[in-house]
């Protein structure tokens, strides 16, 4: 049997309600924990609602940053898929248009706002 490969994509959005803290820089904070869970959980509930819900496995965070206004944070979080099924043509276009449509048009994950501009998937 031949173990399944996976595939990873990027994403990367800023939250507007979210403001950015030297507590998020650090992977080992209560603070970063607490967001990281709430993100991840966020986003698997959204891809699993999307064409890719069959072999996506997964987002992880991989950091916060200090984005352009000072009330904003930056999120870069790298999620995994099976690669190894014919129904894993993974698109990030498609994607990226089903993330849009569940997001209010990229305004809106569960309680964070988002800035519109900044969804970014990269394949």
């Given at each position: 049997a031949v173990s399944p490969t996976t595939g990873q994509f990027l994403v990367?959005?800023?939250?507007?309600?979210l403001q950015?803290?030297?507590?998020?820089?650090?992977?080992?904070?209560?603070?970063?924990?607490?967001t990281a869970r709430v993100l991840?959980?966020?986003l698997d509930q959204l891809f699993k609602t999307t064409s890719?819900?069959?072999?996506?496995?997964?987002?992880?965070?991989?950091?916060?940053?200090?984005a352009q206004k000072i009330?904003?944070?930056?999120v870069d979080a790298v999620c995994t898929y099976k690669t190894d099924s014919a129904a894993s043509q993974f698109d990030r276009v498609i994607l990226y248009h089903e993330v849009?449509?569940?997001?209010?048009?990229?305004?809106?994950l569960g309680i964070y706002s988002l800035?519109?501009?900044s969804l970014y998937i990269n394949g």
């Open positions: 990367n959005f800023t939250i507007t309600n950015y803290s030297s507590h998020l820089r650090n992977p080992y904070s209560a603070k970063f924990s607490a991840t959980a966020l890719i819900h069959s072999v996506y496995t997964g987002c992880r965070m991989m950091a916060f940053r200090p009330e904003d944070t930056g849009s449509n569940r997001t209010n048009g990229i305004t809106n800035d519109q501009e």
